[in-house]
């Protein structure tokens, strides 16, 4: 269900007028030859977190690649495999040297000499971006003896999960799989690997290349963000850190709910967002999470908890079927939400999430538990309304009956 | 490796594999359930008192599945948040 997409020039990444390799070394220079410890030290300055979803540290996730063994490998995860999501493929779009730029120096640095780029398949225009892009840089990347792989990921929610990429690496089927070690300890045919998403490697790269940080001092660096508007489109905007939400958000898009972080994400209700910025460590503290920047404003008097429910119903279909718990349970989890949206029993809902949370190889069933439990904590009063048959939400106040078609 | 046994440990479910046998659940009580599709939950850790027992449940999985892990549990990276 996506409609256009609409990228807004931004102060750092998306600061380029054009995508070709002459203007990115006109506006950004060539990175130099860096080594591992140039790069952690770079990336632990900016306390750069990994923009895939689950913001872990970059720096330690370079260090223990280094560390666990000679014969390493990197993965650049662009396939987005979530369908709001639109900051990978915008960057692909824009700025794909900015990418290959972070990536290559990642590589070089861990002296491997091959890339893995993991392309979305239902996206066919970021595929050609990326090509053309390393068409343009052949002579300079045979000269540093880099070497890139092209992998196609389903489109499908599950299949950018880090495990189902390194089975798509390695040649095997693009789904999770349970793994014992990390990836970045063992990942593709089982070395070393890191792996990370586009626009953490485009973060690289501008540390690398630009002097000058955007952002706060004890939160350097922007954010991309996927900006699910009313009319189906998608806006990337990229923000610095500690810009309020006022800005980033128009105040019809402030006016309701907002689901933060995509469809494994948090609601924040209406008015939290107001007193907070784009913020990793405020967010977390407010219970919040930005995932993979992913934005969604309900906008006013629109029911959360249908909303809600048609995520969900979404989410468990795109379960890979393979274990157990995710199979049975997320399908099972969707029927009782919706029929908590018709009044149904908010206990049924509880007793199925303590059966999904943490049972999987991967993290589709915890963020399809975050989801519900966050539902169920930011809007009580719409939970017990509900329970009374009505949906509390109506405009200027009114109550209306629940009606699942009608909400958004 | 005396030392290490006294570490308590978790039992940990390879889910792709398991196909719901329930044999776990039969010989180890004490620490996994079934949920309503009959797929192993676990409900506890395994102390110096169920070793013995969860060694038998692992081994004894026809398909597997389980896997008993020594604690401090091992990553501060998880593999499965990203994407």
Redesign the interface.
Known sequence: VTGGLRVLPGPWLLRAESPDLASHRRLRGTPGRTSVDDLLAVAGRSALR?R???G?PFA??LR?TAEAGRRRHVVV?L????PASFKDTALALRQPHLVLDGAGAAATALECRRVHLVLPADRPEVGRAVVRALDERRHDDRRARLRWRLHTAAPRFVS????A??ELVDGRHN???????????A?VRGEPTL???AETFAQLAALLLDQQVPGPPHEPGTRLLSIRERTGTTRVVEVPHGTSWQEVLAPAELAGPVLLGGYHGTWAPTGTLERLTVSHAELVAAGLGIG?GVVIPLGEGHCPLATTARIVRYLAGQSAG?????L??TPALATAFEALVDGGPVQTVERLLA?VRG?????HP??IARLVASTLDAFPAEVAAHGGGRCAVGVGGRVRPADRAGAR | VSGRREVPADL?????????RGLCHELLPEAIDL?????P?VTAPVDRRLRRAAREAVRSCPLQAL?L?DRPA??????????
């Open positions: 990994g895939g979803g689950a872990f330690t996730k223990t995860n396939s987005e495999g979530e950018g999960e880090a495990s990429v390194v789904l999770p799989v349970t793994t014992w070690e990390p990836t970045a300890v990942g792996l990370s998403n993979a393979r274990c157990g718990p995710c049975h349970g059966l049972r999987g190889a991967c993290a915890d963020g | 940990r479910v390879d889910w792709p594999r398991c196909a719901g949920d309503p599709w009959g797929y939950l896997r892990v091992p990553p501060e990276i998880s593999r499965r948040t990203l994407r």
